[in-house]
């Protein structure tokens, strides 16, 4: 059987390493995986203790509870964010434009871009970032 080889940097299709894509986190099928191997390379005459497997489980108990909670916060935020803007409907603002340049006028809407709320005054969108100040509506 003849067998050419491939030159480094060929494209006659792609190599495994190609079709992996990495992670940058670890969770608890890794965290099992990692487990499994621990056991079975571990020595038979002096296998791992109960108090560092347990140590090793409420660890990574611990590090899902933080990642559980940091999502949870991060969607109150967004939660707070939108409901921010819609108390600002109706109300004269001022925002931050560019530099020193300011806008003022009445929030008419507010619309959603890429999961942020914005309010829509004179026709154009800002963030609630940009807001110096708020005023009641005169009527």
Excluded: H
């Excluded at 009445?106 to 005023?135: D, H, R, W």
């Amino acid at each position: 059987m003849n067998v050419s080889a491939i030159a480094p940097g060929s494209s006659t299709g792609t190599t495994s390493a190609e079709a992996r894509v990495p992670r940058k986190v670890l969770d608890q099928e890794d965290f099992l995986k990692l487990l499994l191997t621990q056991f079975t390379s571990q020595d038979p005459m002096e296998p791992m203790k109960d108090t560092a497997f347990i140590a090793q489980m409420a660890q990574f108990t611990s590090l899902e509870q933080s990642k559980t909670m940091t999502a949870d916060i991060a969607a109150l935020r967004g939660q707070q964010q939108i409901l921010q803007a819609n108390a600002m409907l109706g109300r004269n603002v001022v925002v931050q434009v560019d530099g020193g340049l300011v806008a003022q006028g009445t929030v008419t809407a507010v619309q959603m871009e890429a999961g942020t709320p914005k309010i829509v005054i004179n026709g154009q969108a800002y963030e609630l970032s940009q807001v110096l100040s708020i005023a009641p509506a005169t009527n």
